[in-house]
């Protein structure tokens, strides 16, 4: 179960009807007075009505309740996204112009593509190297700002296996459009494959220092995920063998962009 996801798609629904509901109703109000209280349909203007002191309360209590209310749910998701549960397994993600660059524990890293297991909560440290970005992926209702000089977080719980946007959500320049990348979420003994295989392909513009050591995914569940030294063998050092697939192809071309966008 994604809390997150429910709670910010309740509080959408909730602030959506109320809004729906006001807007039809004035509308019609707006209408019906139009011809009812017409020139045309009263000759003489209507002067008995000066005021209502019910009419007052109700039109100041009840917007007031409905803003409470759009709070409470608002605050209800908010409170959730920055509750980071402890056991989360840890991703750095960095923006920079004009893609996002990961790291997991052991080092590993992956330009673009976020590779995560299904079923686990990941936490992530969000920075830039140069200007405002922001990580956004609307699968999972979460979007936080990547600010040079400081750290932001953010959490979601990977519910279940799939291939999910990622998007820059902050201007950053002129591929702003194109900083896009893809949360592709595995089942956990394929991640594991995958996050402590040695990257052999270096890549010119980003770190891509040997993973160090096995990435756990979550501390208090030893079933399947070592941390022990005596597992280190499992980091694979050839690459020709490797049964599983680099998420290469998923790359965004970003010469490709830049050529479309001319
Ligand atoms: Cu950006």
Same mark, same amino acid.
């Given at each position: 179960m994604n809390q997150i996801t429910e709670l910010v798609d309740n509080s959408f629904i909730f602030t %959506?009807?109320?809004? %729906?509901?006001? &807007?039809?109703?004035?509308?019609?109000?707006?209408?019906?007075? $139009? @011809?009812?209280?017409?020139e045309k349909n009263n000759p003489k203007p209507d002067q008995s009505i000066t005021g209502s002191t019910t009419l007052e309360i109700l039109w100041t209590v009840v917007p007031v309740l409905?803003?409470?209310?759009?709070?409470?749910?608002?605050?209800?998701? @908010?409170?959730?996204?920055? #509750? !980071?549960?402890?056991?989360?397994? &840890?991703? +750095?993600?960095?923006?920079?112009?004009?893609?996002?660059? @990961?790291? *997991?524990?052991?080092? +590993?890293t992956s330009d673009t593509v976020l590779v995560l297991p299904a079923g686990k909560d990941v936490r992530f440290e969000l920075q830039s190297v140069?200007? !405002?970005?922001?990580? *956004?992926?609307?699968?999972?209702?979460? +979007?936080?700002?990547? $600010?040079?000089?400081?750290?932001?977080? &953010?959490? @979601?719980?990977t519910s279940t296996e799939g291939v999910y946007d990622i998007e820059c959500a902050e201007y950053c320049g002129m591929n702003h459009s194109y900083m896009l990348g893809k949360v592709k979420i595995l089942p956990e003994k394929e991640f594991l494959e995958w996050v402590n295989k040695v990257d052999t392909v270096k890549k010119s513009? =980003?770190?891509?220092?040997?993973?160090?050591? #096995?990435?756990?995914?979550? =501390?208090?569940?030893?079933?399947?995920? +070592?941390t022990d030294s005596s597992k280190t063998t499992q980091v694979k050092t050839d690459s020709t063998k490797s049964p599983v697939k680099k998420p290469d192809s998923l790359k965004v071309n970003r010469k490709d962009s830049i050529k479309k966008n001319k």
């Open positions: %959506v009807t109320i809004s %729906v509901i006001l &807007l039809v109703g004035i509308t019609a109000a707006m209408i019906y007075f $139009v @011809f009812r209280y017409s409905l803003v409470l209310a759009m709070f409470f749910y608002g605050y209800e998701g @908010f409170r959730e996204m920055r #509750n !980071i549960p402890p056991n989360a397994m &840890l991703v +750095k993600v960095t923006g920079k112009m004009w893609f996002w660059h @990961f790291e *997991y524990e052991n080092k +590993k140069d200007v !405002i970005h922001s990580f *956004y992926v609307p699968a999972f209702r979460v +979007k936080e700002d990547c $600010v040079p000089g400081r750290t932001n977080h &953010l959490w @979601f719980h513009d =980003s770190v891509s220092a040997p993973p160090t050591g #096995n990435v756990k995914t979550d =501390s208090t569940n030893n079933s399947q995920v +070592k």
